[in-house]
């Protein structure tokens, strides 16, 4: 069984910074592509980053490259994303997904980010 666990959201001021954490479990994580995407009240959901299985190629979404960083740890089934530079608009619920053939197809239960002063 599939299971993607976020932690690490939370209030942080702007300018701020915060590292969102992805357990995964029940697939083999190293050899699947895992994203970050992000929901914010009243706009749709939204890709933020991505990390290809093989060779651990990056992809950002322009509102956060420069920012934020996704990364991997295989040996701890893992994938992280650092949010350097935080603003206002990057409130949001966060999830965490494994993709298949480049979709989304298993999703985490979200953490909530929220960039106030």
């Known amino acids: 069984q599939v299971q993607l666990v976020e932690s690490g959201g939370g209030l942080v001021q702007p300018g701020g910074s915060l590292r969102l954490s992805c357990a995964a479990s029940g697939f083999a994580f190293s050899i699947n592509t895992m994203s970050w995407y992000r929901q914010a009240p009243g706009k749709e959901r939204e890709l933020v980053a991505t990390?290809?299985?093989?060779?651990?190629?990056?992809n950002y979404a322009d509102s956060v490259k420069g920012r934020f960083t996704i990364s991997r740890d295989n040996s701890k089934n893992t994938v992280y994303l650092q949010m350097n530079s935080l603003k206002r608009e990057d409130t949001a619920v966060y999830y965490c997904?494994?993709?298949?053939?480049?979709?989304?197809?298993?999703w985490g239960q979200g953490t909530q980010v929220t960039v106030s002063s």
């Open positions: 997904t494994m993709d298949v053939l480049g979709t989304p197809t298993y």
């Open positions: 990390i290809v299985r093989i060779g651990g190629n990056t």
